[in-house]
């Protein structure tokens, strides 16, 4: 089973500053599945990047993912209000799918 | 556009079996993937299945014995059945299109199994 691993677990920024999270693989991961989330507080996750760099439908384009093998990075170039939330990353290339733990994304 | 609603009980007593449904509207169940993943009350993402159109399954292994995902074409619904429940299933379970990204989600459902 693949271990991911995302840091920071906590990223306090204000809006309109960068942020840049951070997801690593315990083994290497094909870029075509290595997918990125976003949930708000009591909402379900909603898809935002997946194959690591391709934005999913109606996903604003500040946010871009990047990354191959085992490191990979989600980036948010300008934070809006609707962007503090929890950020999962998610790798589907072995026979067991899973999940990172989180990063938080919160306001400094 | 694509929805998913789910539909089931939110309370299970230890040892029963936890059923949920997810009714797709806007969409053909076939020729697509539908995943079933879970969220224990204030943790991480947890995936525990899929079903393919054909109607054939995978599971995380560390569930696998106690699972079964299904389809129903002419209901166009795809179901969870989790037997043999403990206080530690406890958790919002979320159903989903897709095979390994996944989109939509349906609203989820908190089930907390307690006597």
């Known amino acids: 089973e693949i271990v991911l691993t995302q840091s920071p677990g906590t990223l306090s920024l204000s809006p309109g500053e960068r942020a840049t999270l951070s997801c690593r693989a315990s083994?290497?991961?094909?870029?075509?599945?290595l997918n990125w989330y976003q949930q708000r507080p009591g909402q379900a996750p909603r898809l935002l990047i997946y194959?690591?760099?391709n934005r999913a439908t109606g996903v604003p384009d500040r946010f871009s993912g990047s990354g191959s093998g085992t490191d990979f990075t989600l980036t948010i170039s300008r934070l809006e209000p609707e962007d503090f939330a929890v950020y999962y990353c998610?790798?589907?290339?072995?026979?067991?799918?899973?999940f990172g733990p989180g990063t938080k994304v919160d306001i400094k | 556009q694509v929805q998913l609603r789910q539909s089931g009980p939110g309370l299970v007593k230890p040892s029963e079996t936890l059923s949920l449904t997810c009714s797709v509207s806007?969409?053909?169940?076939?020729?697509?993937?539908w995943t079933w993943i879970r969220q224990p009350p204030g943790k991480g993402l947890e995936w525990i299945g899929f079903?393919?159109?054909?109607?054939?399954?995978n599971y995380n292994p560390s569930l696998k014995s106690r699972v079964t995902i299904s389809l129903d074409m002419s209901e166009n619904e795809f179901s969870l059945n989790f037997k043999s429940v403990t206080t530690a299933d406890t958790a919002v379970y979320y159903c989903?299109?897709?095979?390994?990204?996944?989109?939509?989600w349906g609203q989820g459902t908190l089930v907390t199994v307690s006597p």
């Open positions: 083994q290497s991961v094909s870029s075509s599945y």
């Open positions: 079903v393919k159109d054909s109607g054939s399954a």
């Open positions: 194959g690591t760099s």
């Open positions: 806007g969409a053909s169940i076939s020729p697509y993937y």
């Open positions: 989903a299109r897709g095979l390994g990204a996944y989109a939509p």
């Open positions: 998610q790798q589907h290339g072995t026979s067991v799918f899973t």
